[in-house]
């Protein structure tokens, strides 16, 4: 498929300007004097008359030069695999995140690239090319390249031929809208060339600059194409949505049953994707029908917005995941395959959300699930109206006081039943019992009492016991 290379505004043509020529032949880039920024449209129109079409109603791509410092960044780091592509005669396009992070002038830590050629030839090219190339997903079109010591992920332009909402069968490709057809987004599906040439065939750049997230093409194809779109919706919502595209969020919500038919790890990946956005509470409510397809019930929303909205935005997604479910920690478990740690912590959040915020409760907390329990059980118990003040005494209003107090080393407990049968404690299961009752004295005392006082104080327990019976 030939694409339409029209003349950008603030472009000149050259002598060179043939069928043939390539596009840093074709054209000349002049400075590009536009009010927002480095973007231009290839053809004058505003990408806004064709957003979301499919490949049939866009017959090639629109067009932008990016000139821009970052652009000129990433495709700096890039430059190795994309020019070995060229000296053997194929195209290389950064293309996805990297992309669409570039033009809003965010890092991105991956650099996807897309290729013309089948992956056993792009393969082949970095191997003679004394690269060292690992076959991550060969079978799907997927080369890691390494270069400089940086992994590249190269994949061959595809197009589906048959889904099932989990899996999809590909065929490769040369037409790069094709491959742009396929993919979940329009924002999604932007292309960079190594001439900072942005090739953009679903008006992804008119959906990023208005906060739009909108599924290429028909909505119900792509989300049948694969379910685990439904959540990826609302994740990019979350990081890039303003104004709601209606057929997209009537497709997701239509299509929320369809959750149930993902494995739990792709669920459990991308949910916490979600809970680690800085404030998911707006769209958490967005997507309730499909937490209860996940959950099999409605979250405590109020609760979950109580410490969502009400603490640090830089709480731990685990955290909030138990918010929405404060009441019924197992069906963590039932539902979800997290860590024997991360349902440790969900566990221990569950025990100690109701124990008032108080110097002596911290302390026992910390001893006896750790500093990220601890952490965690004092900002629900803020959220939940406790004070500060009553951790901090005569606190000053600094949030940094709050992480003063995890900075202090923390005392360990300094008795051993054989300290005790050293100083003639009888063994036995009673000794178990002694060590418990000082253990729960010492965390009273906020782990002050050293050894002497330890070992006075079990010997006082022992009259006390006597002196019962």
Request: proline share 5%; hydrophobic share 35%.
């Given at each position: 498929m030939n694409e339409r290379k029209t003349l950008p505004a603030g472009y000149s043509a050259s002598p060179s300007n043939s069928p043939g020529a390539s596009l840093s032949d074709a054209y000349k880039v002049l400075p590009l004097k536009e009010p927002e920024g480095a973007l231009s449209n290839a053809h004058g129109a505003s990408p806004s008359d064709t957003p979301g079409a499919s490949p049939s109603d866009t017959p090639g791509a629109s067009l932008f030069c990016d000139i821009t410092d970052a652009s000129v960044e990433i495709r700096s780091?890039?430059?190795?695999?994309?020019?070995?592509?060229?000296?053997?005669g194929r195209e290389g396009r950064l293309v996805g995140?990297?992309?669409?992070?570039?033009?809003?002038?965010?890092?991105?830590?991956?650099?996807?690239i897309a290729v013309n050629a089948p992956p056993d030839e792009v393969a082949s090219i970095f191997e003679k090319a004394g690269l060292k190339v690992i076959p991550t997903g060969i079978s799907h079109g997927t080369v890691t390249v390494i270069a400089g010591g940086v992994p590249f992920e190269l994949t061959s332009l595809r197009k589906d031929v048959a889904t099932d909402g989990r899996h999809a069968t590909v065929e490769y490709t040369d037409a790069w809208e094709q491959d742009a057809a396929r993919r979940d987004f329009t924002i999604n599906a932007l292309y960079l060339d190594r001439n900072g040439n942005i090739y953009d065939y679903f008006g992804g750049i008119h959906d990023l600059k208005h906060g739009i997230v909108r599924f290429v093409g028909n909505q119900v194809q792509r989300i049948k194409e694969d379910y685990l779109r439904i959540l990826r919706y609302y994740r990019f919502f979350l990081r890039f949505g303003r104004e709601v595209d209606d057929g997209s969020a009537q497709a997701v919500r239509?299509?929320?049953?369809c959750v149930s038919k993902l494995s739990m790890e792709r669920v459990q990946s991308e949910l916490l994707k979600i809970l680690s956005e800085p404030r998911p509470m707006d769209v958490l409510r967005m997507m309730s029908e499909v937490l209860v397809v996940i959950f099999g019930k409605e979250p405590d929303f109020d609760y979950a917005d109580r410490l969502i909205r009400g603490t640090s935005p830089e709480i731990p997604p685990l955290l909030r995941l138990f918010a929405l479910y404060p009441r019924d920690s197992d069906v963590f478990r039932r539902k979800l395959k997290l860590s024997k740690k991360q349902l440790r912590y969900i566990e221990a959040m569950s025990e100690v959300k109701d124990t008032c915020l108080s110097k002596v409760n911290l302390f026992k907390v910390r001893y006896k699930h750790g500093d990220d329990v601890a952490m965690g059980w004092v900002y629900v118990r803020l959220a939940n109206g406790d004070e500060l003040c009553s951790l901090l005494g005569d606190w000053n209003g600094e949030v940094d006081a709050l992480a003063s107090i995890f900075s202090v080393p923390f005392p360990e407990f300094p008795l051993s039943g054989q300290d005790l049968l050293d100083v003639g404690f009888e063994p036995g299961p009673k000794l178990g019992g002694i060590l418990a009752r000082c253990e729960e004295w010492w965390c009273e005392n906020e782990g002050r009492p050293e050894l002497e006082e330890c070992l006075s104080w079990c010997?006082?327990?022992?009259?006390?016991e006597r002196d019962l019976f």
């Open positions: 780091k890039a430059s190795p695999i994309l020019d070995i592509l060229a000296k053997n995140g990297c992309v669409r992070d570039t033009i809003l002038g965010k890092p991105s830590a991956d650099i996807d239509e299509h929320a049953a010997r006082e327990d022992v009259h006390r």
